[in-house]
């Protein structure tokens, strides 16, 4: 994590500041991804929610085998039966999720390759048209995929746990309480996520 990062945290955020003195080295740089990326990854969300890594990453390897080119096109899962979807492992929800999704994309009633140029919120908008994409997701997106430097999600069970655990808190903070907290963030946010998401590992 670059100084200037640092110092924010130093001066806007002493008590996460500690914690970035001990891991922050581990913090990367965030890096945009290639919109022709985007259908692959918002592929690999929608088939990992709710499983443990491992659980997903065997399954969204799968999937990837049914692209004989090793592309995850959405004009192909047009062409891929249901059935075959579900062999490698989702649910038929999940399946039809990736459906949806796919024509979202070639019916062209999703702006997926314009996401880029759009307000946090507009993203956030723009993806959870499709069924089968929440606001989770379109944060993860935001964050991991367009390179976002100032988001957080409110919703992430992590998070939560983690602030219970830098703030000590004693239960679960209310939607107020992580307000006040991660006000002091911005506009560094998402570099306050990774922080946060890296010590519960």
């Known amino acids: 994590m670059n100084k200037k990062i640092c110092k924010h945290f130093q001066k806007n955020d002493p008590v996460l500041f500690s914690y970035i003195q001990k891991i922050g080295d581990k913090i990367l740089p965030i890096k945009k991804e290639k919109p022709e990326n985007y259908f692959y990854r918002l ?13 997903g990453d065997a399954i969204f390897g ?25 062999g490698v492992g989702m ?13 979202a994309i070639v019916h062209d009633s999703l702006a997926i390759f314009h996401l880029d140029l759009m307000a946090d919120e507009d993203v956030v908008d723009e993806l959870t048209k499709v069924k089968g994409i929440g606001r989770w997701t379109a944060e993860m997106f935001l964050m991991f995929v ?4 100032n988001v957080f999600s409110f919703g992430d069970l992590g998070l939560k746990k983690g602030l219970m655990k830098v703030y000590g808190f004693k ?31």
Request: with cysteine; hydrophobic share 35%; net charge positive.
């Open 62 to 86: 799968r999937f990837v085998k049914l692209f004989p080119s090793g592309l995850v096109q959405p004009f192909d899962i047009l062409s891929i039966p249901h059935e075959k979807l579900r």
């Open 171 to 201: 239960k679960e903070p209310t939607r107020q309480q992580m307000e006040k907290i991660v006000a002091n963030w911005s506009p560094y946010k998402t570099y306050a996520c990774r922080i946060i998401w890296s010590l519960l590992e």
């Open 146 to 149: 367009l390179g976002r430097e």
């Open 43 to 55: 592929s690999r969300e929608i088939i990992c929610q709710q499983l443990s890594g491992k659980s």
């Open 91 to 103: 649910s038929h929800a999940k399946a039809r999720y990736i459906r949806n999704l796919a024509e």
